[in-house]
C-alpha cells in the first residue's frame, strides 16, 4: 500500500475500490484503522458501559465456567418479572448485578477491548498480515478498511 495518504485520509485507490464493494453491499458505515493506530490500542480499556448481553455461568469442579451471553433469555426474564413486551429490547444492568437462577448465574459485566477481540482469535491472521505489510511499508501505510450492514 505504498503511498497511502496519512492524517486518516485514505488514498483515491482505497475510496474506489470502498465505493465498488459498498454499491452491491447494504453498507452502514465505512471506517478505517491504520497499523500504526492498532499497535497503540490499549486492550485492557473498559467498555463505556456493560455489556448489553448477561454473561452466563455455571459451577464446576474448577469453579464458575463461562457458558455463553445472551442479551435475551426467557427463562431470566421470568425469573426476573420483565414483561414479555420487552422482549428483544437492550436491557441495561448494573456492572456487577448477579442473579442465580436454576443453576445458572447470570452476571452484568463489562468487557475490556482483548475480551472483544481476543489475541488468538478470529482476528489473529488479519493482524499477522498487516504487521507483515508494515514491516515493508510502514505502520501508517497499512490500513484495514471495514463497512457494517444492518
Given amino acids: 500500500m505504498n503511498g497511502c495518504g496519512l492524517g486518516g485520509v485514505a488514498p483515491e485507490a482505497v475510496r474506489s475500490e ?15 484503522i491504520t497499523w500504526a493506530e492498532l499497535k497503540a490500542v490499549d ?8 455489556d448489553g448481553r448477561l454473561h452466563q455461568y455455571r459451577q464446576t ?19 426476573v418479572g ?11 444492568w448494573p456492572e456487577g448485578s ?10 452484568a459485566e463489562t468487557m475490556r477491548r482483548r475480551e472483544a477481540v481476543t489475541e488468538d482469535g478470529e482476528w489473529k491472521p488479519v493482524w499477522t498480515v498487516m504487521e507483515a505489510l508494515a514491516s515493508t ?14
Fill in 61 to 79: 469442579a474448577d469453579g464458575l465456567r463461562l457458558t455463553g451471553k445472551a442479551g435475551w433469555c426467557p427463562r431470566f426474564a421470568q425469573a
Fill in 43 to 50: 486492550w485492557n480499556e473498559p467498555a463505556e458501559r456493560p
Fill in 18 to 32: 470502498v465505493d465498488r464493494f459498498t454499491a452491491w453491499e447494504a453498507a452502514d458505515g465505512v471506517t478505517w
Fill in 137 to 150: 511499508h510502514g505502520d501508517d501505510n497499512v490500513r484495514l478498511v471495514v463497512w457494517f450492514d444492518s
Fill in 98 to 107: 448477579e442473579w442465580l437462577i436454576d443453576g445458572i448465574l447470570y452476571r
Fill in 82 to 92: 420483565l414483561p414479555e413486551s420487552a422482549m428483544g429490547q437492550p436491557q441495561e
